[in-house]
T-cell receptor, first 113, second 111 residues
Framework: NAGVTQTPKFQVLKTGQSMTLQCAQD?????MYWYRQDPGMGLRLIYY???????DKGEVPNGYNVSRLNKREFSLRLESAAPSQTSVYFC????????????FGQGTRLTVV | GEDVEQSLFLSVREGDSSVINCTYT??????LYWYKQEPGAGLQLLTY?????DMKQDQRLTVLLNKKDKHLSLRIADTQTGDSAIYFC???????????FGSGTRLQVQP
């Protein structure tokens, strides 16, 4: 039972490089999310997708783009990485937006140098 | 906007009870959650409480909700070294599509 799978687990980028973080869930959930976790700041929502074909900005969307490729997959793209984007990124999914348990992936630790 | 606050650190001895506190600002919160994050891992849901409840007990875990003061607490009875982790309080409301998390409380359990 895989749940939410994120790749890669670790990544080091140079400033200005681009990359895509992949996320897939096998629970047939409608809603998917990308959060970033920084020390002392908890998790902050970057983007979310309430259902296949829709995406919306969260609290900290600047510098990121997302694609809800299908019901299973939700990717996060950094077009031109900056040191301020050094963080741990978590993908999550839930049946619907609220009132349901959110299941989290293991996280991607990204360092931008 | 919505805000969820927690203290950053708590240290207890093995066998003692731990109480982790959380305050929130959104009076329309419908569900309040406690998530646990072990080192190098994602978050796992521990328990949740609906906003019309005062208390919920689940084995060693007791959640207390004071809706008037917008205060949520998680009590862990007979705390074990395996309970060492970061605990996140989170809340949701019907008007928002995603959870709002606190900054997390790191629980350290000393043998």
């Amino acid at each position: 039972n895989a749940g939410v799978t994120q790749t890669p687990k670790f990544q080091v980028l140079k400033t200005g490089q681009s990359m895509t973080l992949q996320c897939a869930q096998d629970m047939n959930h409608n809603s998917m999310y990308w959060y970033r976790q920084d020390p002392g700041m908890g998790l902050r929502l970057i983007y979310y997708s309430a259902s296949e074909g829709t995406t919306d900005k969260g609290e900290v969307p600047n510098g990121y783009n997302v694609s809800r490729l299908n019901k299973r997959e939700f990717s996060l793209r950094l077009e031109s990485a900056a040191p301020s984007q050094t963080s741990v990124y978590f993908c999550a999914s839930s049946e619907t937006g609220t009132g349901w348990e959110a299941f989290f992936g293991q996280g991607t630790r990204l360092t931008v140098v | 906007g919505e805000d969820v606050e927690q203290s950053l650190f708590l240290s207890v001895r093995e066998g003692d009870s731990s109480v982790i506190n959380c305050t929130y600002t959104d009076s329309s919160s419908t569900y309040l959650y406690w998530y646990k994050q072990e080192p190098g891992a994602g978050l796992q849901l521990l328990t949740y409480i609906f906003s019309n409840m005062d208390m919920k007990q689940d084995q060693r875990l007791t959640v207390l909700l004071n809706k008037k003061d917008k205060h949520l607490s998680l009590r862990i009875a007979d705390t074990q070294t395996g309970d060492s982790a970061i605990y996140f309080c989170a809340e949701s409301s019907a008007g928002r599509r995603a959870l709002t998390f606190g900054s997390g409380t790191r629980l350290q359990v000393q043998p």
